[in-house]
């Protein structure tokens, strides 16, 4: 069965530095989310991506944020400098119709 | 915010009875999701129920959807100890991104 792939699983890094997640979406899929989780609390949506722009984004996204479909096959979520509330789970999603959710990267910012 | 919002926040049951959860939003949707956590892990589509439906059945699973009313019930019927999970509801008014609960934590007790 086709599914999304995040790497890495988890991420330690020090706050103030970048950090790229990678994920790698079901391949005849055409819209590209991420989605964050804070510890406890709700899923909440960052970004939506369809034909190499960002379609929609919430007020989390930020100018520290940003997406990239670098060669047609992985979709990555730069976060230029972390800080500590940047911590969370980070889940990445694509669809053709139902979204398809990738099993997240944890990252800690310490 | 069309968010949607789970209730009980909480339920625990034995092995082999029935779980309910509902699910309240605020503005019209064009779908609504409900998908699974298993702690710390990533998010799996349960059923999809679009506006125009009433009722969705997968497996033990059963959807209601009440558009009049902008609610939605998970039944889970016959529990199994690997029941044991986080259950959210997801609304959609567009292609674009999902608003999610804060979900309903089921514990069913072998």
């Known amino acids: 069965e086709p599914e999304v792939t995040q790497t890495p699983s988890h991420q330690v890094t020090q706050m103030g530095q970048e950090v790229i997640l990678r994920c790698v979406p079901i391949s005849n899929h055409l819209y590209f989310y991420w989605y964050r989780q804070i510890l406890g609390q709700k899923v909440e949506f960052l970004v939506s991506f369809y034909n190499n722009e960002i379609s929609e984004k919430s007020e989390i996204f930020d100018d520290q944020f940003s997406v990239e479909r670098p060669d047609g096959s992985n979709f990555t979520l730069k976060i230029r400098s972390t800080k500590l509330e940047d911590s969370a789970m980070y889940f990445c999603?694509?669809?053709?119709?139902?979204?398809?959710f990738g099993s997240g990267t944890r990252l800690t910012v310490v | 915010s069309q968010q949607g919002e789970e209730d009980p926040q909480a339920l625990s049951i034995q092995e082999g009875e029935n779980a309910t959860m509902n699910c309240s939003y605020k503005?019209?949707?064009?779908?609504l999701q409900w998908y699974r956590q298993n702690s710390g892990r990533g998010l799996v589509h349960l059923i999809l129920i679009r506006s125009n439906e009433r009722e969705k059945h997968s497996g033990r699973l059963r959807v209601t959807l009440d558009t009049s009313k902008k609610s939605s019930s998970l039944l889970i019927t016959a529990s199994r100890a690997a029941d044991t999970a986080s259950y959210f509801c997801?609304?959609?008014?567009?292609?674009?991104?999902?608003?999610f609960g804060a979900g309903t934590t089921v514990t069913v007790r072998a």
């Open positions: 503005t019209s949707i064009n779908n």
């Open positions: 999603a694509s669809s053709a119709d139902i979204p398809f």
């Open positions: 997801a609304t959609d008014f567009n292609d674009y991104k999902l608003s």
